[in-house]
């Protein structure tokens, strides 16, 4: 997965994407490499622009460089490839465009619907900074801002031969002047208000990407902080600017647990059947949870007074599907669109979610992670599992791509009716106890007798 399928830029957008690069280890390399990624048609020139200093020896990474002292200088555009507008050149570097080019620039790529992008920070070639008074100078109208870390100054001593602004490092991170770097000092500043939180629009996608994890150990020790760092920005993307092809992106990914059913053939509620001393809805959630998922949403219809009461304790949200009689579509749109309105309110923005069903209490918490660890490699639309290389089993992962479709069903039918519009990735399983769930209250006491063994 590549740089800009990890930022999810490369299907076409309702907003024209402005994005601000900042921090340190490798934004003028992250710069460059994403638009070239990035798909312009012919006749085409994307912009690139700096509201900071960049060396001159940065210059040549683009295919056309623009001083733009004012507006008059950009009259001329060259009519493809990648221009780079900055200031005068002064000694070894660029001054930073002026506020008017800035506008020019935004008004002229929202013209011709194309990405702008922008780098706001400086950081003297150092893995990590801390920002100084004034920074970072993120342009208001900023829809994305990617903070980028570099991973290699882990275990170095905290000092400025590895981190500009040492000093004002320590005192974000909690960190003493010359102590070894650890992620936790990383993922603390990353996530202060006056560190990696610093200066972002309200309404700007907050993401980090954690650079020159090119080893399995850095990797297994990246993908713990992005786990961390979910509770502060959108998306964490690991990997190596070195090796561009090998990015993860991680996201929230949520749980739906579908509990609004009636039970019809059953005869009784089966979310309150019993789980070894639980009651089955309880155990899916507490499942959902030890998964790591969030959020984590119960949707109710039948029963719902006693499905809540079930979950009483737990860290979950109840949504209440009224037209629960329509089928299980509705109850997939009401956890969908519980999903989409928390996003809209700054609620948190899921970038998955795995459905579950509450007649399923034996699904393992480790099915779950396998399921939402594969997504990071390549954010797959929708991910299941294979049991014994032949049986799709449950749970199933939808990515948010899927989501306007999930909202379109209608009736008593699952999101299996949208599998033929997607490309479905599998992973396999080796346990056939995902392929059980309780219809009739024989399947209830054979899967009771299952566990017993």
Known sequence: MNLLRALRLDQPTETQPVISLVGAGGKTTALFQL???LPTAKGQSLFVTATTHLGIWQIPLADHHIIARDISD??????????????EIEGDRTKPVSESVLDWLHENTKTRNLPLLIEADGSRQKPLKAPAAHEPP?????????????LSALGKPLHEDHVHRAESYAQLSGLPLGAPITPQAIVTTLSHPQGGQKNIPPQAKRMALLNGADTPE????GGGMAKSLLHHF???LLGSLRKPENFKTFERVAGIILAAGEATRYGSPKQLLDWKGKPFVRQVAETALQSGLEPVVVVTGSHHADVE?????????IVHNAEYKQGQSTSIKAGIQF????STSGGGRAGAAVFLLADQPQIPAEVIRALADAHTRSLPPILAPLVLEERRANPVLFDKAAFPDLLQLTGDIGGRAIFSKYKVEYIPWHDDILLMDVDRPEDYQRLINIEKN
């Not at 950009?74 to 200031?87: A, C, D, K, N, Y």
């Open 35 to 37: 638009a070239r990624e």
């Open 309 to 317: 009461s079930a979950l009483q304790g737990l860290p979950v949200t």
């Open 218 to 221: 850095l990797q297994a020790i």
């Open 339 to 342: 999903l989409n309105s928390s």
């Open 138 to 150: 993120i342009p208001h109208f900023t829809n994305t801002v990617l903070h980028i870390t570099g």
């Open 234 to 236: 959108d998306a964490v």
């Open 74 to 87: 950009l009259h001329s555009i060259p009519p493809e490839g990648i221009t780079l507008v900055t200031g």
